[in-house]
């Protein structure tokens, strides 16, 4: 079965910094691109980094460009989204999903989707 369990999120004040982690299992972790999209309430869904099966290739948003870092541990089975300097528009329910193949953050492109984590920054 697959799996993606996120962790990592809480509150912070803004200029803050947290790690998330998405540790995978069911399947062959590096064959598959990884993604983090986030949701705010009253908010679409969007995607705030991608990171290709070879770590390779990485997508940012705009939004989040010079201040989140995603990396992948292969041997771990875990993504990683570092993220710096938070600001409060940050503040969303952060969620990793896997594709097939890399297509920067397609969200149709995604899916297995984990439960979540919030992520509140205060200002």
């Known amino acids: 079965e697959v799996q993606l369990v996120e962790s990592g999120g809480g509150l912070v004040q803004a200029g803050g910094s947290l790690t998330l982690s998405c540790a995978a299992s069911?399947?062959?972790?590096?064959?598959?691109?990884i993604g983090w999209f986030r949701q705010a309430p009253g908010k679409e869904r969007e995607g705030v980094s991608c990171?290709?099966?070879?770590?390779?290739?990485?997508y940012y948003a705009d939004s989040v460009k010079g201040r989140f870092a995603i990396s992948r541990d292969n041997a771990k089975n875990t993504v990683y989204l570092q993220m710096n300097s938070l600001k409060p528009e940050d503040t969303a329910v952060y969620y990793c999903?896997?594709?097939?193949?890399?297509?920067?953050?397609?969200?149709?492109?995604?899916?297995?989707w984990g439960q979540g984590t919030q992520v509140t920054v205060s200002s």
């Open positions: 069911g399947f062959t972790f590096n064959d598959y691109a």
């Open positions: 990171v290709s099966d070879s770590d390779d290739r990485t």
């Open positions: 999903a896997l594709s097939n193949y890399y297509r920067e953050c397609r969200q149709d492109d995604y899916d297995h």
